[in-house]
């Protein structure tokens, strides 16, 4: 039989010859097929899980502390020091939960699931996105707008998985230890009180598929999608060890707070329990009976036991967030200028015009993006192609040029 094979090319591992298998790799001394490489890969990956590491290379010493966390966040997140805090912590708790099993007791340590509330543009999702930025487990940002249940048009509750999965190149060991911010969760809340004859797939009903991922268990995540690829095999993810980060500008829950404060309206002592409260800023008085209130079941509330707000930005952390950050808006478009060989300035006054605008707007740091934008459009258009290589910015060009774009229709009554 050797003598039969000498002439063909063969697995240099298993023998058989190029015409038994799909795949014969060529090396420099020798060949291996595709059956022998799919073994060899099952054997490494058995080899990593059996290490016995949740965190390769990490110890409680390595680990960032969460002022450390906070700190890093500090260089691109202006205010929102409560946020910071509480999001700090959760991280850290999660890096040392992931290190437990080095632990010798029996003590058991919950994941602590958190959920945001603020207004739009207020930061939530660049609070996630900046601390993905140092750290060493996979994140995904998803968002709840798109999800249904299973069976009617939309994602399934699974697909969040498959984002992580994705994120993670499909390592489950990897994915088992990573973070989901899901963005908008305020979207899903129930629609209505009162029974209906039709069901709330998109709100009561994705409260209900999330309950099992929140809590931790093992989900059958399709890799490329549950509807499109009936046929595909499921891959099995624990998310035991997974923290969820919710966020959502719940619009109107301010309405549910201040009920809530002046339950009594009537006599002098109703006036002096109200007389601190500040009625400027209500997300900051907020409790799980206000989300409820506002639509999440009580079970998918339990799940999320850390509550954090973001308050709302007044016109001097505006002012920062236009500035100060190392990623803020008027140093990207400088850079941008930059690499056109422009050098770009702007009067200071230009800046509390651009942020008189976003207030009168009323959309948050997002506001002054689209503002920026629109004073800078002409110019970004036409100086490319120009010999000029300076530009500076006055408040008079700034308002012109904003008049005439038409921004204005953002204003709000």
């Known amino acids: 039989m050797a003598k039969k094979n000498s002439n063909k090319n063969h697995c240099s591992f298993c023998g058989r010859p190029d015409s038994d298998v799909n795949l014969l790799i060529a090396g420099v001394t020798g060949h291996i097929c595709d059956l022998c490489v799919e073994q060899a890969h099952g054997i490494v990956n058995d080899s990593v899980k059996n290490t016995g590491k949740s965190l390769p290379g990490f110890s409680l010493n390595k680990l960032p502390k969460p002022i450390e966390i906070k700190s890093f966040v ?18 850290y708790n999660h890096y040392k939960r992931l290190l437990q099993k080095d632990t010798k007791d029996d003590v058991e340590i919950e994941k602590s699931n958190i959920i945001m509330v603020g207004s739009t543009g207020t930061g939530k999702t660049l609070l996630a996105r900046t601390i993905a930025k140092m750290l060493h487990v996979p994140l995904t940002i998803v968002d709840a707008t798109v999800l249904t249940e299973a069976g009617y048009v939309g994602e399934d509750i699974e697909s969040i998985l498959t984002r992580l999965l994705q994120v993670a190149d499909y390592d489950v060991a990897t994915a088992e230890r990573g973070i989901v911010f899901i963005d908008e969760i305020d979207k899903i809340a129930r629609k209505s009180d009162n029974p209906s004859i039709t069901r709330d ?9 999330l309950l099992k991922l929140l809590e931790g268990s093992v989900i059958n995540v399709p890799p490329q999608g549950g509807r499109k690829h009936p046929e595909q095999r499921m891959i099995a993810v624990d998310t035991k060890n997974i923290l969820f980060i ?8 301010e309405k549910k707070i201040a009920q809530r ?10 006036s002096q329990n109200t007389a601190h409260i500040d009625r400027e800023n ?7 009976l206000d989300l409820k209130s506002f639509g999440l079941i009580p079970e998918i509330i339990g799940r999320l036991p850390v509550l954090t707000y973001l308050n709302p930005l007044d016109k001097d952390a505006l002012l920062r967030i236009l500035t100060e950050p190392k990623n803020s808006i008027i140093k990207q478009y400088v850079k941008l200028f930059e690499m056109d060989k422009i050098n770009l300035s702007f009067d200071k006054d230009v800046y509390e015009y651009i942020v008189d605008k976003a207030m009168e707007f009323k959309l948050g740091a997002r506001g002054l993006r689209s503002i920026v934008e629109a004073i800078m459009m002409d110019s970004m258009f036409s100086m490319p192609s120009e010999k000029i290589k300076e530009l500076h910015i006055t408040r008079d060009f700034a308002m012109s040029k904003l008049q ?3 921004i204005e229709k953002l204003r709000v009554a």
């Open 201 to 209: 797939v998109s709100g009561e009903g994705v409260q209900q598929g």
């Open 74 to 91: 500090d260089k691109y997140v202006i205010g929102q020091e409560d946020a910071k805090r509480y999001l700090s912590v959760a991280v």
């Open 404 to 406: 005439k774009s038409n």
């Open 261 to 270: 404060l002046n339950t009594r309206v009537v006599g002098y002592s109703a």
């Open 282 to 288: 209500l997300i900051q008085y907020i409790t799980p």
């Open 246 to 253: 919710c966020g959502g500008a719940f619009d109107g829950i």
